[in-house]
């Protein structure tokens, strides 16, 4: 089960599971684009898992990332950025703690955003 799933709204999904105790690094469990991202979002929100808009860690995490292993050491930053908010929300709705602000700027490096690669298209994109 995973942690939480990060989307850049409609194109792509990814979900990250992360135990302090049992992995070095957050693991992407599964990953999609177009029709695979919306049904990895269906199944979040049907498994009460948090599911975040953040597009540039979607898109970077989607385009360099494998299932079944650790998210890429360039993106160990915002990765914990949204693991921490994750936690922080879930504290809070137990009563355990405030509600924390709105989800922070991400540290994703510009290089491996896909979508500032010139040759950058949309999952269901054609060439004319």
């Known amino acids: 089960k995973a942690d939480l799933v990060v989307m850049n709204p409609t194109h792509y999904a990814v979900a990250l599971k992360y135990d302090e105790n049992s992995m070095g690094a957050p693991r992407v ?3 999609g684009a177009d029709l ?5 979002r269906d199944a979040a929100n049907g498994a009460e898992v948090p599911v975040l808009q953040a597009p540039a860690l ?3 995490l989607y385009a360099h990332s494998e299932v079944d292993r650790e998210v890429p050491a360039a993106l160990f930053a915002a990765v914990a950025q ?3 908010y994750v ?3 879930r504290a809070a709705l137990a ?3 405030n509600a924390p602000a709105a989800l922070p700027t991400l540290d ?3 290089e491996l955003d896909p979508h500032n690669d ?9 060439a004319e």
């Open 29 to 31: 469990v599964a990953k």
């Open 36 to 40: 695979m991202a919306m049904r990895i």
């Open 58 to 60: 979607a898109r970077a």
């Open 82 to 84: 949204v693991l921490a």
């Open 87 to 89: 936690y922080q929300l």
């Open 95 to 97: 009563g355990q703690g």
């Open 108 to 110: 994703v490096p510009s």
């Open 118 to 126: 010139p040759k950058y298209t949309t999952p269901m994109s054609t």
